[in-house]
């Protein structure tokens, strides 16, 4: 085996494809869900949360977008804060990414079974269950395996195929209320509370981004495309969002209540042909959601491995089909097990609090790499320092929505990458 270098990578990956592999990264599961869940906290004014939310996030993804375009390797996050704030941050900020980025697709496989089982009842037995998780994850593993421009393929159909019945969807609802279908308007929940919830649950349903910055080694010009690539996926997700927000609150007569809001919005509009569409809309959806973690998150322990964080294994890279197999065998593997497991629903959590560390911090990177190195970013933000600011504070302001059991859990994580950073940089000083 050579040894494992980023230089025995392929850089396959195009400014489209980035733009794809990042809406593919945010848009999973939560979207046929969430509406009703937000219109429950601010009703009719939910469209609007949603814009607000989008804003919040648009300050975070323009840091993000500075920062990343001062680098062309892997590691996404864990990169930026290890060259802003030293080794031992960047260690607790690729566990923290690792971590949140490996409960989301279990969970998200788990939900496919469920979604599947709509059209198959006997999905959700063990044995058909168990069948079904292992052909799911297996198939995108072995995609992955043999290449980043497969990977990278199956995220660019996938990503089309899941926006087509959202778009669809978010049309027609619109057209609808337009047409005078509309229901009465209702006042607009006013409670603080309720909004910084809302809050906190969209910028998560926003979140994900993050996770497509991290094969930027495979990128074929990342410092150029990364901007374009977040702001692209930015736009498509907030536009989407907000109408299919809007159609929901507009025409379900109680949406709050509503466990498959997008598909009651579809039975409404067009029949029970509607509803299907959408069903076989969120099994796409949650396929390419799965399918672009597969490609995107095992880059981020090859990363810790290039640097000598984590063990060398991880940065092995195939012979052959040049690609971190090692680390995508293991994420595989992890994200099958876990999926058997159950519905993961300490996985909102533990995502919301990891998040909320690393957006953070990548936000307050962005000064320091000014100073630190200036005239590198390729993407520059105006106002940055004070936009990086900004950012930092809806962050620190809503780490305060998260239950305590999130701040356990994380804590126990930033633990176990404090002795990671403790073996490594012990095993540093002996080699010298």
Request: glycine share 10%; hydrophobic share 55%; aromatic share 10%.
């Amino acid at each position: 085996m050579t040894q494992p270098t980023e230089t025995h990578l392929v850089r396959a990956i195009g400014r489209w494809s980035l733009a794809a592999l990042t809406i593919n990264s945010i848009i999973g599961s939560g979207v046929f869900g969430l509406p009703s869940v937000i219109a429950g906290l601010t009703g009719s004014l939910s469209p609007w949360t949603v814009l607000l939310a989008g804003g919040a996030i648009a300050i975070i993804m323009g840091c993000f977008a500075e920062v990343a375009s001062q680098f062309s390797k892997a590691g996404g996050p864990y990169l930026y804060a290890r060259a802003a704030f030293g080794r031992l941050v960047g260690i607790e900020t690729g566990w923290m990414l690792w971590l949140a980025r490996l409960t989301a697709p279990a969970a998200n496989a788990n939900l496919f079974v469920i979604y599947l089982g709509e059209f198959w009842p006997d999905a959700k037995d063990p044995f058909p269950r168990f069948a079904i998780l292992t052909l799911l994850v297996g198939i995108l593993a072995i995609v992955n395996l043999r290449g980043v421009r497969a990977g990278t393929q199956v995220s660019n159909v996938t990503t089309l195929a899941k926006l087509v019945p959202l778009i669809v969807v978010a049309i027609a609802g619109v057209v609808y209320l337009l047409a005078g279908h509309r229901l009465p308007v209702t006042p607009g929940a006013t409670d603080t509370q309720a909004w910084l919830k809302a809050m906190l649950l969209l910028i998560f349903a926003y979140g994900g981004f993050e996770a497509a910055l991290t094969p930027m080694a495979e990128a074929k010009n990342p410092q150029r495309d990364v901007a374009f690539g977040l702001f692209i996926a930015l736009i498509t997700c907030t536009v989407l969002y907000f109408a299919l927000q809007w159609a929901v609150v507009g025409l379900l007569p109680d949406a709050a209540h509503s466990e498959r809001p997008l598909a009651d919005v579809a039975r409404l509009i067009f029949g029970n042909a509607g509803a299907v569409f959408i069903a076989i809309g969120a099994l796409i959806s949650v396929y390419g959601y799965l399918g672009a973690n597969l490609l995107a998150v095992p880059r981020i322990t090859f990363a810790l491995a290039e640097r000598g964080d984590f063990p060398l294994i991880f940065a092995a890279v195939h012979p052959r089909f040049r690609t971190p197999y090692f680390s995508i065998l293991v994420f595989a593997i992890l994200t099958w097990l876990l999926s058997l497991l159950g519905s993961f629903s300490w996985n909102v959590t533990l995502s919301a609090v990891a998040r909320l560390f690393y957006y953070g911090l990548v936000c307050a990177a962005l000064p320091v790499l000014r100073k630190r190195q200036p005239g590198a970013a390729m993407f520059y933000l105006p106002g940055g320092r004070v936009l990086a600011v900004i950012g930092v504070a809806i962050c620190l302001g809503l780490i305060t929505q998260v239950d305590r059991g999130g701040s356990i859990i994380v804590a126990a994580m930033l633990a176990i990458a404090f002795v990671n950073w403790l073996v490594v940089r012990n095993r540093a000083q002996l080699s010298r």
